[in-house]
């Protein structure tokens, strides 16, 4: 079982930056894929950015260019550095871990943590 827990969330003014973690208990390969999601109240959950236990990070092209997503050498947390922060960027951020467990894909959430950006 895996249990992700995500900090760093806040109130920011735009063009301000906010750096969020999420760590994972619980056992995480490699071959993992971490990352970043987001969700405003009447619409869909959206990806922000994920990382794979090899760097290769894939982001939102609403994000491109202001937020960076890392994972720590130890594979067990993963961060998301968002800089130029804009009112739009307001939503619930949860962290999300994907991966094989005992032959099937297992999908894991965080509680989530509020980003709110004003203008």
């Known amino acids: 079982q895996v249990q992700l827990a995500e900090s760093g969330g806040g109130l920011v003014q735009a063009g301000g930056s906010l750096r969020l973690s999420c760590a994972a208990s619980g056992i995480i390969f490699r071959s993992d894929v971490m990352g970043w999601y987001r969700q405003v109240p009447g619409k869909q959950r959206e990806l922000v950015a994920t990382?794979?236990?090899?760097?290769?990070?894939n982001y939102a092209d609403s994000v491109k260019g202001r937020f960076t997503i890392s994972r720590d050498s130890a594979m067990n947390t993963v961060y998301l550095q968002m800089n130029s922060l804009k009112p739009e960027d307001t939503a619930v951020y949860y962290c999300?871990?994907?991966?094989?467990?005992?032959?099937?894909?297992?999908?894991?959430w965080g509680q989530g943590t509020q980003v709110t950006v004003s203008s």
């Open positions: 999300n871990t994907k991966g094989l467990r005992g032959g099937e894909l297992s999908n894991y």
């Open positions: 990382i794979t236990g090899g760097g290769i990070t």
